[in-house]
């Protein structure tokens, strides 16, 4: 009778734990978004390493669900429903409506929504940083994990690892600084691309 009780009592304190646990990351995140979801937009630098999509870097703007990021090789334009992709070297413009699965490999803060609902959490802490573990609760999800690397004192995210199809992209997020952005800042604008052909794939 004993021993049971001691069991019971091990696994009661084991389902605290995990459950404080899943509760601090939570906080955690909720903190980070709540820095990313700046009122009047944030920017920075990011990199993306990817065995997928190959590797690139450049500047990238957020305001809500809109955002806009530049490269050597395209720059985009996506104001909440669609999105305008420049080749630079084509010196054309595809128009489209994304899927919520197509936006989450091109914007790297897409996890401020996408951690809300579907994951599981846990988290570490190490030199001056949280790193939130989240694995997907249906094996059907196109993102199966990711790793959200968050400073501690600015809850600044500095690092976003995404696990999809088998294969992952980091993107490595550095000088994020809040902003003041319009709206018309995530809309192509044919009047700086004047020579720049237009086309319309929605």
Not at 46 to 64: C, R
Not at 77 to 103: A, C, H, I, R
Request: aromatic fraction near 12%; hydrophobic fraction near 40%; proline fraction near 2%.
């Amino acid at each position: 009778m004993k021993r049971l009780f001691f069991a019971l009592m091990l696994l009661a304190l084991q389902m605290t734990f995990t459950h404080t646990a899943a509760q601090t990351a939570k906080q955690v995140l909720d903190k980070c978004a709540a820095v990313v979801s700046s009122k009047n937009g944030v920017s920075a630098h990011f990199t993306m390493t990817s065995a997928q999509y190959g590797n690139t870097s450049g500047d990238i703007a957020v305001k809500g669900r809109m955002f806009r990021a530049s490269t050597n090789v395209a720059k985009m334009w996506f104001d909440g429903k669609t999105l305008w992709t420049y080749m630079n070297k084509n010196d054309e413009v595809n128009v489209t409506t994304p899927s919520e699965s197509q936006l989450q490999v091109l914007n790297p803060y897409n996890f401020i929504n996408m951690y809300k609902t579907g994951f599981s959490y846990t988290m570490t802490k190490s030199s001056g940083s949280y790193r939130v573990h989240l694995t997907a609760k249906d094996a059907k999800r196109r993102v199966q994990e990711m790793f959200i690397t968050i400073d501690q004192k600015s809850y600044h995210p500095t690092e976003v690892k995404l696990l999809q199809k088998s294969k992952w992209t980091t993107f490595t997020i550095s000088r994020l600084k809040k902003d003041k952005l319009a709206d018309a800042q995530f809309r192509f604008n044919s009047k700086d691309f004047p020579s720049a052909e237009v086309i319309d794939l929605r």
